[in-house]
């Protein structure tokens, strides 16, 4: 299973994703972090990442989400635009990684996908993955709930859940 957390970038609330990744820890779990790549570098952010992949390094993955917020519709883009814009992405991110694992994996936003998206997606060497597909994912965002607590508990809860079903 995927456990996925959208949108982290440059601004992302690192307090949420520091008490997120304990659960992930407390249960032996990858903690995928869906990156939006645009001025991510040298932030709080980053510097919290940077730390986490030192420390943690079989529990944390870093995977390609988009550019930029607001998300366009990657699926709805032609061919040579969509291989662009993933290509600019994987290179800000090659720029600047370190040690840090290159990108495996495109989640579109909205989990949006069409067969040119999968095209490019094979173009610049990363596999398309979305909701919906043959495989169980859970996907949260920071911020979704009112607070910090209310996401790791229901991430907690689920997790626990989870292992307690022998998954």
Known sequence: MIFRVDDIRYNTNIKELEALHQVFLKYDRIQTLSLIIKGLYNTPTWHWMKKTWKETPKNISFQLHGWKSPHINYDKLSLNEAVKRL???IDYWNTYREEMPEFRQFYPPSSLKSYTLYRACEKVGLT???GGDNYPMY???CGDLPTIQQHVDRL???LKNRITNGH
Request: net charge neutral; with cysteine; hydrophobic share 35%.
């Open 87 to 89: 290509r600019k992405s």
């Open 128 to 130: 398309l993955l979305c």
């Open 139 to 141: 996907v949260c965002h």
């Open 156 to 158: 907690d809860e689920f």
